[in-house]
């Protein structure tokens, strides 16, 4: 596609419910990227791949917490029994291929809110 | 998570004004990022940076890579009322992928 696309855009979920965000990177963008940004903070990194495997998953903040890539493409990030605090916008950004010197594309994000 | 130190956190300006935001990290980085974000969408690149010293310019915004390379700061000149958003500066270290570690975000208020 033209650009990073995320679904769904917005999700309320009850507490304790699963939820799946979804993320298309750019066509043939090899490195997709997940981060986290909670109401009035900067961007907190969570997870990236390179192609189907993910090198560093530092940044995911529990168990809770799972992500994969398939094809080389589409990613999923999975929020198991999810939490009040799991509140956020959930951004992906893709580039085509990781290390410096490429530039990072944005998604619009996926607004979830736990209730 | 990892964040840099950015300020100010919020700035309420005049039309006209020149504006002035900076990043300060405990880490050295080999690229810092200058990004904008409004409201409902994602994170939008304003300038890279990606060498000690280099000061780069896009229009009326103007980046500058620390010396060492432990900072870098934004300049918008003349600001005017769309230049309103939150304003994000990033760094990228060596073999980490392209992981991207962002400050906390300067958000700007541009009065006509």
């Known amino acids: 596609g033209a650009g990073v696309s995320q679904s769904p855009s917005n999700k309320v979920t009850e507490k304790g419910k699963d939820v799946e965000l979804r993320c298309d990177p750019i066509s043939g963008h090899t490195a997709l990227y997940w981060y986290r940004q909670s109401l009035g903070q900067g961007l907190e990194f969570l997870i990236y791949?390179?192609?189907?495997?993910?090198?560093?998953k530092s940044g995911l903040p529990s168990d809770r917490f799972s992500a994969e890539r398939t094809g080389g493409s589409v990613s999923t990030l999975t929020i198991q029994r999810t939490q009040q605090e799991d509140s956020a916008v959930y951004l992906c950004?893709?580039?085509?291929?990781?290390?410096?010197?490429?530039?990072?594309?944005f998604g619009e994000g996926s607004w979830l809110t736990v209730v | 998570g990892q964040q840099l130190n950015q300020s100010p956190q919020s700035m309420f300006i005049q039309e006209g004004e020149d504006v002035s935001m900076n990043c300060t990290s405990s880490s050295i980085f080999n690229t810092w990022l200058w990004y904008k974000q409004e409201p409902g969408e994602g994170p939008v690149l304003l300038i890279a940076?990606?060498?000690?010293?280099e000061l780069t310019s896009n229009g009326r915004l103007t980046a500058q890579f620390g010396i060492t390379r432990k900072d870098s700061f934004l300049n918008i000149s003349a600001s005017i009322p769309s230049d309103v958003g939150i304003y994000f500066c990033?760094?990228?270290?060596?073999?980490?992928?392209?992981?991207?570690?962002f400050g906390q975000g300067t958000e700007l208020s541009v009065k006509p």
């Open positions: 950004a893709s580039r085509p291929v990781s290390g410096a010197g490429n530039t990072i594309y």
């Open positions: 940076l990606y060498k000690a010293g």
């Open positions: 791949f390179q192609g189907n495997s993910a090198p560093d």
């Open positions: 990033a760094g990228q270290g060596d073999n980490q992928g392209g992981k991207l570690i």
